[in-house]
């Protein structure tokens, strides 16, 4: 059963949306897609996106906005960069082995 199948008898009004950047695009105009479609929160992924998100977030302050893999040269209340820690996995799964 699926994440929105599960959540859906405790949060009907929940939805969820999903969209791939085209090859070369920097995500702007599918993030402008769900801001227009009156999301609340919006999350993207990747480094390449880090700039558009950063933009949109500047433009919509009642958006909330979590960039994963993306780190923000900028501090926004409604912008949230996170960033994994590959290198610490790396070394567990080189312990381990």
């Known amino acids: 059963m699926s994440m929105r199948a ?17 090859e070369g695009s920097d995500g702007s ?3 402008a897609h769900f801001v227009d479609t009156g999301c609340d929160a ?9 700039a558009a998100t950063e933009a ?3 433009q ?3 958006v ?4 994963a893999d993306q780190a923000h040269d900028v501090a926004l209340p409604n912008l949230a960069g996170v960033l994994f ?5 790396g070394f567990l799964a080189g312990a381990l082995a």
Do not use: C, K, N
Request: charged share 30%; net charge negative.
């Open 60 to 62: 919509h302050p009642d």
């Open 85 to 89: 820690g590959e290198d610490r996995a």
């Open 56 to 58: 949109a977030a500047g």
């Open 29 to 31: 105009e599918e993030i």
């Open 42 to 50: 919006i999350v993207t992924v990747g480094a390449g996106m880090a």
């Open 6 to 22: 599960q959540l859906r008898p405790e949060w009907p009004e929940w939805r969820s949306g999903y969209v791939e950047a085209r």
């Open 64 to 67: 909330d906005f979590i960039g």
